[in-house]
C-alpha cells in the first residue's frame, strides 16, 4: 500500500510538472506567434522612415546646391545673340522731307547713268557714256518757270520752229514722270511755244495709235509725256530723232510723296531706255542737248 501511495503522489507530482510545462509551452508560444505580427510591421515603418528621411536629404541638399548656384550674369555672347530691334527703314518721302531743296546739275546725271550701266556695260562702254560739258544746257536754279528757263536754253526759238519742217519728229522733248505732270507742264510753256505745236506724248487715255498717226499728220514742234510712251513710240518708228535738238528733263519736281523723276524706280528704268534708243548718241555726236529743269 506505502508503494502505492507513494507512486500515486509521484505520478500526481509528474502530471503537475507535465501541466505547468505545458503552461509555460503555451506563454512562450502566444509571444511568439504575435512575434511575427511585429516583426513584419516594424520593418515596413522603418522602411517608410527611411525612405522620407532620404528624400528630405536629396530635397535639402538639391536645395543647397541651388542656393549656391551663382546668378548668370549677362555675357557679352548673350548680348550679341539677342535680337536686335528692327529700326524702321526711311523711305525716300522721309528722307526727302528732311532735306533741303537741291537742284539738279549735270554730274548728278551723269553718276547715276554710270551707276545703272556699271554692271551692264564693259568698262570700255561704259566711257562711251561719259558725256562732256558742251552735252549740256544750263540748269534750272529752282527759280525759273517752264517758259522762262527755256527761254534761257532757247534763246533763238522763234527760228528754230520756222526752220523745222518734218513730221513724225520734235525739235523739242520734255521728259517728266506722269500724264498728269505733262499736262500741267504744256499749260506752263503757252508764253513760251508761241505758234509751235505741241502734242501730249503719253499713255493714259490716248492709244500708241492714234499718237503715231498724229504725228504723221503735220509738223509738230514739242512733244511733252513720259519715257515709256516716247521710248515705245520710237521703237515703233513713229517718233523720229533726227530733227531733235533739244531734251529738257523736269528733274526738280516733286510729286505729293517729295519724289523726284528718277525716284520712282520705274520711270527711272524707262527713262535709260529712252537714253539708249538714240539720245545718247545724239549727244556725243553734238546735236543733242540736254537740260534739267
Excluded at 503555451?26 to 515596413?44: F, I, L, S, V, Y
Excluded at 529752282?142 to 522762262?148: A, E, K, Q, R
Excluded at 527713262?271 to 548718241?281: H, P, R
Amino acid at each position: 500500500m506505502g508503494d502505492d501511495l507513494g507512486d500515486e503522489w509521484w505520478a500526481h507530482e509528474d502530471k503537475s510538472d507535465a501541466s505547468e510545462a505545458e503552461e509555460e509551452t503555451q506563454q512562450e508560444k502566444q509571444p511568439t506567434e504575435k512575434a511575427p505580427k511585429n516583426t513584419k510591421t516594424k520593418p515596413e515603418k522603418r522602411k517608410s522612415v527611411t525612405e522620407g528621411t532620404v528624400k528630405a536629404k536629396k530635397k535639402k541638399s538639391n536645395e543647397q546646391k541651388v542656393s549656391n548656384i551663382p546668378p548668370k550674369t549677362e555675357t557679352d555672347d548673350d548680348k550679341t545673340t539677342k535680337p536686335k530691334r528692327k529700326r524702321k527703314k526711311k523711305t525716300i518721302t522721309d528722307v526727302l522731307a528732311s532735306s533741303e531743296p537741291k537742284p539738279g546739275c549735270p554730274a548728278d546725271l551723269q553718276s547715276m547713268v554710270t551707276l545703272y550701266f556699271s554692271d551692264k556695260r564693259s568698262v570700255i562702254e561704259q566711257e562711251e557714256l561719259v558725256l562732256q560739258d558742251s552735252s549740256f544746257l544750263s540748269c534750272n536754279d529752282l527759280t525759273h518757270t517752264l517758259s522762262s528757263f527755256l527761254k534761257q536754253v532757247c534763246p533763238k526759238w522763234s527760228k528754230i520752229q520756222k526752220q523745222h519742217k518734218e513730221k513724225s519728229s520734235v525739235v523739242l522733248l520734255i521728259v517728266c514722270s506722269s500724264a498728269l505732270r505733262a499736262i500741267e507742264l504744256l499749260k506752263q510753256m503757252t508764253a513760251f511755244k508761241g505758234e509751235a505745236k505741241a502734242v501730249k506724248l503719253f499713255a493714259k487715255h490716248i492709244k500708241i495709235e492714234e499718237q503715231v498717226k498724229l504725228l504723221q499728220k503735220g509738223v509738230t514742234h514739242v512733244g511733252v509725256g513720259t519715257p515709256g510712251r516716247i521710248s515705245a513710240l520710237i521703237e515703233k518708228d513713229g517718233l523720229s530723232l533726227k530733227a531733235l535738238k533739244y531734251v529738257v528733263l523736269d528733274w526738280n519736281w516733286r510729286d505729293q510723296k517729295l519724289r523726284r523723276m528718277m525716284d520712282v524706280p520705274e520711270v527711272k528704268l524707262d527713262f535709260m531706255k529712252l537714253l539708249e534708243s538714240g539720245i545718247l548718241n545724239g549727244c556725243k555726236e553734238g546735236k543733242v542737248k540736254i537740260g534739267l529743269f
